[in-house]
């Protein structure tokens, strides 16, 4: 046989890759603070993080998701497969709605959590932050299902806050004022279907724009266009990251860690370790994990996700969390993500301890370093778990919302 | 008739704050308001179309955010949104602006001077260690210096402790500090005069006072000391104006259980047997309580609301003496579109920043001649400001509300009241300086609201309108607030107490004077505490 002589194809791309919004984001850009995120360029902060998560808070921020890890699934079994591959019940999630859901292994273990959009009758997109498309397949084992792999075929933008509808209406969004948290729609833009959801990882008033690639930039002027008078402003991840803390939502590798991915035995968590039990539905047929979620449930978890409300404003991060203030005992867990929350004014973090710890209400230590000038403090303060998200306004449920 | 355990006079933010510990710790406490709305100087106002205007105190830094967190103030609407940077407009057509990007604000002072810009890291680690000492005090109450109390000696010895420990150099500039001029302190820092007028505002803010005036380094520290998240020296705006502060403390307040009513002015305390037995309202109406509460200006509260004879005479006499000087008006305005500045970039982040037009310590100095003339400045200091640049709610779509803090501006011109040529007069000067720099400025002022001390004065209640309640010079601070021996926000009157910005910390929106007010009597009423303590910086 004779070796080919000429260069079948170009080498891959080294180095991160440029999204479609790229070109508009970049040109908003001044302090030149990017990171990687999943093989795409994706900004820390574009002007300061402190005043670009107000946008979040006040005004509408923009988000340039495109990198998000997106899956088409379809076929005649879509609907079963999904079922069997999430702990919640698909069936409830009729066309047009989205549902958050985590899938796990068959140790009940999280392997991510991601949000599943009902596009129409049997047509579904998974979307989330880690690559799965083996275990999806995998997956696919007795199911007439179809999984594709659509990543870089759909450019994605969160537009949060509470302006956020005024800017969607101004661009000329008909129906959006019925459209309710977790629902989505269909509508033409400059005559391309482009999808939105109202969704987002902010807790706030919000939605996410997805669009065909081509029409990335088209779209970003008119949105930009329309929010100028509503103080639109693009958005980096800190400011994302620090809004969603207080929603209290949960980040992979911060939070947990993809079960598939870990080496060493309890490092994973289950969903009911994170506090999702309210996604891990018994009653519907067998899914991947519900033997040992079972087995979890009737004998107790080892682990307690928590949110925590500190005393003091010293920022408790990667703390040892103990039962009492003297440390006694040995620690019970430790902070997974925590910030000064400059909406609530609070001291705030999340965290995973032993359980029976960690029951809201509870009072825990947490151990927090802090360095002043050169030397480092030790400060022991007190938090109070508590159950519902440090922020969640009621303009996050209002239909139709308001104008600001 | 009822008696409730505690009557707050006025609905400003100090005595919504003392209202709101008070509630807090399960007293019946009702605050009474003389306006038909809250908030005093704290305030939003609807006065054209839908545009709402913080007519009166209009940005946001020293609130304590252990009140805020404490009063849960978030969950009562109040979102205290920081802004970025200062821009002063030079009339050869240059511009100083000061960003919220460390590198841009160093290159930008490196533009003037290679040295001041490097000066700037020595000036700000010289006020932050002022700043850290006097935020150590904003949440305690000032122990007695004459005091043998185990309680005032407690903190004498730790304020002599904070002291003690910045070494003998450092106290000798602290010292310094207290006592010179800005001028003065800013001319060991910097050689451009752009800069330190851009700085030296601080320094005479709501003083009646000039830049070259002993005691007025020290204002520059009230308006540092402050934070946004931590952010000390930043300064940020309350969502929806300034009086989402007010009206979130109200809220605090109400929820737990305490009564807000308004046009309920107070005509005079009822004091029997040298006890305070509740207020006489203007209306004819009394209210009883055993404790009251004053969070007016303590010349209102002891001169206007209280009969002489009921006052030991050097008390009175004190507080006939007590400096509380008319010095700045305001001017609010509704525009119907963003003015443009020639001098500016189109995109440039400083159209966020507040803007000022006085580019030199002689204008700056000039400016309070005319004040001490009698009269308002011709050129005068302007801090503007339009919210509406970050804030969606207080103007419609593409239009906006500005915000005019003008210093300098007298209480009465030349010993008489204010005419409306006067204030006709006052306007022209502050429209005609921004216009030299936004030639569309004009043209786009739909309603504008002239505020000079007087109407202030008539309006919210504070003599002369001083917005600090009372000048922050140190014969009026710590222990000498607002009168040596009553610096712990009780009075002659058993059962009358202060908690307005005439005590210790003073003013601005704090509610620090309010939430020390609220310990003491819950102190002296036997009540667990409810007010939290410093955060602390170490």
Known sequence: ?404 | MKTYDAIVVGAGHNGLTTAAFLAKAGLDVVCVEKNDYIGGATVSRNLYKDWWYSNCSYVCSLLRPEIYRSLELHKHGLQVTPYGGSLTFMQNGDYYGSYHDHEAAYREVARFSRKDADAFKNYSADTMRQCRLIRDFLLRTPPDPTSFKPRDLMELIRIGGKINEMGEDRIGETVRFWTMSVAEYLDEYFETDVIKTALSASGIIGTALGIHSPGTAYVLLHHYMGDVDGNVGSWGFARGGTGAVANAIAGAFQAEGGELRTEAGVDKFIVKNGKVAGVALDNGDEVHANVVVSAMDVKRTFLTCMDKSDLPEKFHNRVENFKIRGSSGKINIALDGLPTFPALPKDSPLYLADMHFTDSMERMERAYDDWKDGTWSKDPYIDMTMPTTNDPTMAPPGKHFMSCFVQYCPREINGREWTQEDKDGFQKSVFDQISNYSPDFKDLVLHAEVRTPQDIENEIGITEGNIFHGELTMDQLMFNRPVPGYAQYRSPIDGLYMCGSSNHPGGGIMGAPGANAAREILMDLKRPNTVPENFGDD
């Open chain 1, 1 to 404: 046989m004779s070796i080919v002589q000429e260069p079948v194809r170009e080498a891959v791309p080294q180095g991160p890759l440029k999204t479609p919004f790229y070109p508009r984001v970049v040109k908003l850009d001044t302090v030149n603070q990017w990171h990687e995120w999943k093989g795409y360029s994706s900004p820390d902060a574009l002007y300061c993080a402190d005043l670009e998560y107000f946008a979040i808070r006040n005004s509408t921020a923009v988000f340039d998701l495109s990198p998000m890890t997106k899956y088409r699934i379809t076929g005649p079994d879509a609907l079963d497969y999904l079922n069997r591959l999430v702990t919640r019940d698909m069936a409830k999630v009729k066309p047009g709605r989205v549902a958050y859901a985590v899938w796990c292994d068959d140790q009940g273990q999280v392997i991510d959590d991601g949000t599943i959009f009902h596009l129409r009758e049997g047509e579904y997109r998974l979307c989330c932050q880690e690559r799965h498309f083996a275990w999806l397949q995998a997956a696919t084992i007795g199911f007439d299902v179809e999984v594709v792999h659509e990543t870089d075929e759909i450019a994605g933008l969160a537009v949060q806050g509470p302006t956020s509808y005024s800017v969607l209406s101004t661009m000329g969004v008909k129906g959006l004022e019925d459209l309710k948290p977790f629902g989505l729609m269909h509508v033409d833009f400059q005559g391309v279907e482009m999808m939105i959801s109202r969704t987002g990882f902010t807790a706030d008033l919000g939605y996410e724009l997805w669009i065909d690639p081509g029409k990335a930039l088209d779209l970003w002027d008119a949105l930009f266009a329309a929010g100028t008078d509503y103080k639109i402003r693009p958005i980096g991840t800190h400011a994302l990251d620090l809004a969603r803390i207080e929603a209290g939502y949960l980040a992979p590798y911060a939070e947990f860690l993809p079960s598939d991915e870990t080496v060493r035995t309890g490092r994973s968590r289950s969903p009911l370790e994170l506090g999702l039990e309210w996604l891990v539905d018994f009653k519907k047929p067998n899914f991947n994990g519900r033997r040992a979620l079972a087995e979890e449930k009737r004998n107790g978890s080892t682990w307690q996700l928590v949110k925590l409300d500190i005393e003091g404003n010293k920022i408790a991060h990667s703390s040892y969390i103990f039962s009492n203030s003297k440390a006694k005992g040995g620690s019970i867990g430790f902070v997974t993500s925590a910030t000064w929350s400059p909406v609530c004014k609070q001291n705030i973090a999340l965290g995973t301890v032993k359980a029976p710890h960690g029951k809201p209400g509870d009072t825990v230590w947490v151990e927090i370093y802090y360095q002043r000038e050169m030397h480092w403090n030790r400060e022991m303060a007190k938090a109070t778990v508590v159950d519902k998200p440090f922020w969640f306004p009621a303009r996050r449920g209002a239909t139709p919302p308001g104008p600001y």
